[in-house]
């Protein structure tokens, strides 16, 4: 594995009871230095991906390395190199967020003068210094989240693992936390490899996404490289004068399929809209139409993704005890700091 | 990144901090504190004093019309009766002393709880996402509920000196100290028992229903109320088996001076027993469970 990958699954599966196929023989890599997003339905692989590559499950076939460790033959190694964010807000609530960071670096061994001195600083990172000595039980969701990345962060890792770091947090929170999260990849030089469900913040804030389902990865590439996948911006423009003469320009210039949306009306699809419609106006000037009304739309993250899984309704079934889990995460999210607002 | 440090990496590192945790959650929360300080006292007081079967055999119990026998010759006798039956003429002391395991057992009962409420909240995957080994999950555990358990077997024996218990004459630190280690074994294997049992469950309703239904049973076919030699056959195997009893055993010789079931020897080697073996299926089935 070269000096530049930090994670490398190959033919990574794992097969629940003998039957159930949650991930189907993936391969890819992460970059170093890279914040690489996973999406994905509901059941489509992507938390049984992550515990895999956290070592908390055992693949059925196939391995991964982390930071060149392999998953299967040195999970010790993997977990002191990594740091995991998971899904739950696992910090106990009865116990402060500073003595939950302690805690966690007794759990790795560290030494307590150490862990002190780092501790301070991630609670300062995170912006809960002040917060620092009050019950985990009183603390916002944004706040608990924030808690979690600090707990993750504790043993020094390269590579950070965040399953739905924003899960029900509300937009200006979900803002500051992938605040965080860009400047870990920037200042610290880490990993980061994030699953979540909202599109557009994959598509505002990771390098790469991969798109996964039933088991199996769809598409991976950069948020650009998967829009620009669909074909590209849909240009419509409205002319006044003869439309045919339009059409045929448009037809010449940029050799594109156009649709009449009514009389006055064109649409077509083109890869980048951004260099085709200047071109588009130098023929138009030379031919003399004018145009009255333009409009370009880029496809957004939501259009790629439903591409790649389709569009209909997962009504997946899970454990009570994940369901317990996940509603227990929704409403933690949603509590509020008792004095400040956030 | 920062500097380098020295990362501990030995079998034990995290065992502390495991323990540690459980009992800040205990110490900190001083309802629960309080509360699992006074229910001891209640049983005490007033299962212990209310039970007082001393009073069965004493002349004011005992008078029967026509037969003109001397009181003192009733108390004696009464004594006497109380002596061999339950090794002390004060059946007070003898519950006492059953106290200390009772409230052992209950407190290391209640270990398997914390691991199924861990495991809802996502607690336990955050432990094991870190270098901690998984026998320490559990031994961390058992560890914590120990501590719980002698702190309260502390309070049963200040308060029962206090309500009156009869010590032998003669006793000495070194009788208070094999008291402790026995109850030490008695609580770590219990907590094993109770934590691997709940390993691998989800619900917490189910834990309790298991723990309501092993520890009055626990209990009572134990000599913690009532002595062996008086339960009818079938149930002496049983006796013989839980150790409780040999919990109860080496308590009341050591601190009431009574005649054993067995001998001490044979009752430490009993709960040592118990203490390892249970220790060892639960690591190992910590290690086989926690990683999937």
């Known amino acids: 594995m ?12 794992k097969v629940y009871g003998g039957s159930l196929l949650a991930v189907d023989h993936i391969s890819f890599e992460v970059k170093k230095n890279e914040i690489f997003g996973f999406l994905g339905p509901n059941g489509a692989g992507k938390s049984t991906t992550i515990n895999m590559l956290t070592t908390l499950l055992k693949p059925t076939e196939g391995t991964a390395r982390v930071n060149g460790f392999d998953i299967v033959k040195e999970p010790a190694k993997v977990r002191q190199s990594i740091g995991v964010v998971p899904q739950e807000y696992t910090a106990d609530e009865d116990l402060t967020g500073w003595e939950n960071v302690l805690m966690v670096g007794d759990l790795y061994g560290l030494p307590r ?3 002190r001195q780092r501790a301070k600083e991630l609670l300062d ?26 707990m993750g962060l504790i043993n020094q890792p390269t590579v950070l693992f965040l399953d739905e770091p924003t899960l029900g947090l509300d937009v200006q929170t979900r803002a500051a936390i992938w605040h965080y999260i860009s400047k870990l990849r920037q200042e610290y030089g880490m990993t980061i490899m994030v699953t979540t469900h909202y599109l557009e913040e994959a598509d505002a804030y990771c390098d790469r996404i991969a798109i996964i389902d039933h088991g199996k990865i769809l598409k991976i590439g950069s948020p650009r490289e998967l829009k620009e996948g669909l074909g590209g911006d849909v240009v419509s423009l409205t002319v006044s004068g003869s439309v045919e003469a339009a059409k045929q320009a448009i037809v010449q210039v940029l ?32 031919s003399g139409i004018k145009i009255s009304k333009l409009s370009i739309t880029e496809p957004t993250m939501d259009e790629v993704y439903m591409e ?35 | 990144m ?59 119990a005992l008078n029967i019309p026509g037969l003109n026998i001397p009181k003192s010759i009733i108390d004696a006798l009464g004594a006497e009766i109380m002596k061999s039956t339950f090794g002390t003429s004060s059946y007070f002391s003898f519950l006492a002393v059953g106290m200390l395991a009772f409230i052992v ?63 032998r004459s003669g006793l000495t630190v070194l009788d208070f100290v094999g008291m402790y280690a026995a109850l030490f074994l008695m609580s770590l294997g219990l907590s094993s028992v109770f934590l691997m049992l709940a390993l691998r469950s989800t619900s917490w309703e189910s834990q309790m229903a298991i723990m309501n239904l092993l520890n009055m049973p626990l209990l009572f076919a134990s000599n ?49 027993g118990f203490a390892a073996i249970f220790t060892a299926v639960s690591m190992y089935m910590s290690w086989k469970y926690l990683t999937k």
């Open chain 1, 2 to 13: 070269s000096d530049e990958v930090a994670i490398k699954a190959e033919e990574l599966t």
């Open chain 1, 113 to 115: 003068s150490f862990t």
């Open chain 1, 125 to 150: 990172m995170v912006e809960l210094t002040a917060a620092a000595n009050k019950k985990v039980e009183n603390y916002s969701g944004g706040m608990r989240r924030r808690l979690e990345i600090a």
């Open chain 1, 255 to 286: 050799s594109v399929d156009v649709d009449d949306v009514d009389q006055a009306t064109l649409r077509f699809k083109v890869r980048d809209a951004s260099t085709a419609v200047p071109r588009l106006f130098e023929a138009f000037n030379a």
């Open chain 1, 308 to 342: 790649y899984t389709g569009r209909s309704l997962r009504d997946e079934e899970v454990s009570s005890e994940e369901a317990f889990r996940q509603r227990a995460t929704i409403r933690r999210a949603r509590k509020r700091w008792p004095s400040a607002s956030r």
């Open chain 2, 2 to 60: 920062a500097q380098r440090v020295k990362v501990d990496n030995g079998p034990l590192h995290g065992l502390w901090a495991i323990t540690n945790r459980e009992l800040k959650k205990w110490y900190k929360n001083y309802v629960l504190l309080g509360m699992s300080l006074v229910q001891p006292i209640l049983w005490l007081g007033l299962f212990g004093k209310s039970m007082n079967l001393g009073s069965l055999f004493s002349a004011n």
């Open chain 2, 105 to 167: 057992l209950f407190t290391s009962m209640q270990s398997g709880m914390s691991i199924v409420w861990d495991r809802r909240l996502g607690f336990l995957s955050k432990i094991m996402s870190t270098s901690v080994s998984r026998g320490n999950i559990i031994v961390g555990k058992a560890l914590s509920s120990v501590i719980k358990s002698l702190a309260q077997a502390t309070i049963v024996l200040i308060i029962a000196t206090l309500l009156g218990l009869q010590y």
């Open chain 2, 224 to 272: 913690a109320f009532y002595p062996v030699r008086l339960m009818p056959d079938w149930l002496k195997p049983i006796v013989q088996v839980n150790p409780i009893s040999y919990a109860n055993d080496i308590d009341r010789q050591l601190l009431l001076g009574s005649t054993g079931m067995s001998s001490l020897a044979f009752d430490f080697a009993f709960l040592a």
